[in-house]
Structures are given as structure tokens and as C-alpha cells.
């Protein structure tokens, strides 16, 4: 799934949408042992529309963040298409467009046993269609799909309230569990690929991409984790630092890290994110003026660093940076990627020297201005 097919599902995902629908919705309350404490399983026509404006902004958040960071997508391994599977599940549910009291409970279960949870929660799932727009008016294509949301319920107990009838401040009676309306985690399925339907891939969301929810996408999904942009940029920090050794200095990284942008502006028109791969990173390292010894430990680096996480690639908006930033115990700078090649290292009167010029005889001190 591309960023353009993303952003169609995105913006169509609305009432006032004239090629979506929102069908129905199953919704399931879980406690911090697991226990499934209440279904639901709702005509969406039927919800009244306070609930339903609620349950519309839950799910679409689901298609909000970046691709590779926020939602990346997973195929299904072979296992996961046997009765028991993830894939098999999940096309049940799709398939009898959750209304199968079976199915549905099915899929509540296997959340709910398999995740890892801190806190009370609440799954949200919807059954959507949409109509895909083609030009063609005897066209009758449709995407149906279910969009499940993981949703933190919290105690909202702040000790005090204002009592209206007797106009006093009292202790709160009672404690409520209120829902957040930003999902943690969740995902869509099948995804929409080629802008079409594929059961062979699901869409996992994260809100926190540095810290994705391992169980959902192994345990509930069934899926193999891949890197995510933190892991990425982790990975490519370590075999830029093992490979280069003593080799590596401020123009090497500055280097590499604009050669990174210029293959990001060579295949900016490709719909998926731009994606560097080992054979184009050996090329940047040697470009970057890495000797060819040290080169030679590459192909070993990258395979424990990367393939390893079961990818081949990483994508480049997760390594490549937009500031060069330099950092010792008592001064920091950042300098634009396009200014670089201002600032030099260099030893004057024995004393190890960082460099920058200046086009102005003019700096900012604490916000004012000052003359050199």
C-alpha cells in the first residue's frame, strides 16, 4: 500500500464520503486481566450520531502518521491461512461483513488472549465499504474491509466535583472508565494494494512508532516484525559507525547523509517510499570515501543489522536527516544540510578547532543581534 492509495482510503473516510459507508461496528470492553467484560454489535445507521462521530474519528485515525513509521504492513505468513490463523479470521470476518456471531467472537477472543496490554481497553471494529471511483459509471468496484481500533480505558477519578443542585464542592462518588479516542494501536484489513483488495497483507498501527506493540503484530496478526523508522535509523547508525571505524568523521557522515537525499530526489516519483538498499548503501559508503578494506565487512554488518528484521531495505526518510547536528559536553550546533560544507574541523595552535564561516559579520546572542 502506497502513500497515494493511503491517502484516498483517508480522505474518503467520512459520512460525507459519497463512496464510503460505514456499515457496522463491534465494539468490545476488556479488563486488565484480559476478560472480556462486554460486546456490542451495531447497525452504524442505528448508533445515535453524538456515538457515532466518536466511533468515525477512533477508526480514522488509523490512516494518520507516515507509512513505514506509524503503519507498516505485514504479509501473512503461510501458517496464518489454517483455521486457526490470523488471515483465516480475519477474511471471515470481512467476508460475512461482521455479522457472524462466530466469526466475531472469534476475532474478540484472539485479541484478547493473545494481547499484552497495560491497562483496560476497548476494541473498536468497523466494516467498511468503499466504492472505488474509476471513470467508468458501469464500474462496481468494492473494497470491503474492517478497520480495528485498540483503544486505553482509563479511571477518571480527580478526587473532587462541583455539585450543581446544592452549588458545593464534594468528593466524586464514583470513579469512571473513560475510553480514549486515540487508539494505541490497531490495524486494516485487507490492505489496499494496486487499489484493490489484498488478503495476503494487513496494516498495523502504531501510535508510538518507537515503541510498537510486539504482541499485536505477532501474537494477534501472526506476522513477523519488521524494523520500524527507530529500529531503521538505529540500524543504519551502527554499521555507518562499525564499518567506517576510525575512518568515520563529520565529512563522511555529511556526506553520506546528502547522498541519501540525492537517491531519495532520483526515485521521489517511484508511489512507494524511497528505499535504500545494500547495494546502494555500499555504493554511498565507498562514495563517501570509506576504504575498500574496510568495506569488505559490509555484506556481514548488513545482514546482522538489517536482514536479520526479515527486510532487505530501509527507507531513507527514516536515516537520512534534514540538520547536521554537532554535539560535545558544553556546546551544540546544527547546521542545514545545504550549509555543510561551512563548517570544518581543523587543529590550530595545538587545540583541536571546530570552524564555521559566516557570510555576515553578524550572529544572534540569546535572540540579539551582535557584530564580530
Do not use: W
Request: proline share 5%; glycine share 4%; hydrophobic share 35%.
Amino acid at each position: 500500500m502506497n502513500k497515494k492509495e493511503l491517502t484516498e482510503i483517508k480522505r474518503n473516510f467520512t459520512d460525507s464520503s459519497p463512496f464510503f459507508t460505514l456499515e457496522r461496528v463491534l465494539s468490545a470492553y476488556v479488563d486488565t486481566s484480559g476478560t472480556i467484560l462486554s460486546t456490542e454489535n451495531k447497525n452504524y445507521a442505528l448508533i445515535p450520531e453524538d456515538e457515532g462521530i466518536v466511533i468515525m474519528d477512533t477508526l480514522k485515525k488509523l490512516y494518520g502518521g507516515k507509512l513505514g513509521a506509524n503503519l507498516l504492513e505485514y504479509p501473512f505468513p503461510r501458517s496464518e491461512y489454517d483455521e486457526d490463523g490470523a488471515q483465516y479470521q480475519l477474511y471471515a470476518v470481512v467476508r460475512e461483513k461482521l455479522q457472524d456471531d462466530t466469526a466475531c467472537s472469534d476475532l474478540i477472543k484472539r485479541i484478547a488472549s493473545n494481547i499484552e496490554y497495560p491497562s483496560a481497553y476497548t476494541i473498536l471494529i468497523g466494516f467498511c465499504t468503499y466504492s472505488i471511483p474509476t471513470g467508468n459509471a458501469e464500474d462496481n468496484n468494492q473494497y470491503n474491509f474492517i478497520a480495528a481500533a485498540i483503544c486505553p480505558a482509563e479511571s477518571d477519578d480527580n478526587g473532587l466535583m462541583f455539585d450543581n443542585a446544592n452549588r458545593t464542592i464534594t468528593k466524586k462518588a464514583t470513579a469512571d472508565m473513560l475510553i480514549s479516542q486515540a487508539p494505541t494501536d490497531g490495524f486494516f484489513f485487507p490492505v489496499f494494494n494496486y487499489r484493490s483488495s489484498d488478503v495476503n497483507g494487513v496494516m498495523y498501527y502504531t501510535k508510538t512508532p518507537k515503541r510498537p506493540n510486539l504482541s499485536v503484530i505477532e501474537d494477534v496478526l501472526g506476522c513477523k516484525f519488521i524494523m520500524t523508522c527507530q529500529h531503521e535509523k538505529e540500524a543504519f547508525q551502527q554499521i555507518l559507525t562499525e564499518i567506517a571505524g576510525e575512518e568515520l568523521n563529520y565529512f563522511v557522515i555529511a556526506q553520506v547523509n546528502d547522498f541519501l537525499y540525492d537517491l531519495a530526489l532520483q526515485i521521489r516519483d517511484d508511489p512507494e517510499p524511497p528505499k535504500l538498499d545494500k547495494e546502494s548503501f555500499l555504493e554511498i559508503l565507498g562514495n563517501a570515501g570509506i576504504s575498500a578494506e574496510k568495506l569488505k565487512a559490509f555484506p556481514a554488518c548488513f545482514k546482522d543489522k538489517v536482514e536479520v528484521s526479515h527486510t532487505d531495505r530501509l527507507t531513507i526518510s527514516n536515516i537520512a536527516e534534514s540538520k547536521i547536528s554537532l554535539n560535545t559536553s558544553y556546546v551544540s550546533v546544527s547546521v542545514d544540510r545545504s550549509d555543510i560544507s561551512k563548517v570544518h574541523t581543523s587543529v590550530q595552535n595545538g587545540r583541536r578547532c571546530l570552524v564555521i564561516d559566516l557570510d555576515e559579520p553578524s550572529l544572534l546572542v540569546n535572540g540579539m543581534p551582535v557584530t564580530l
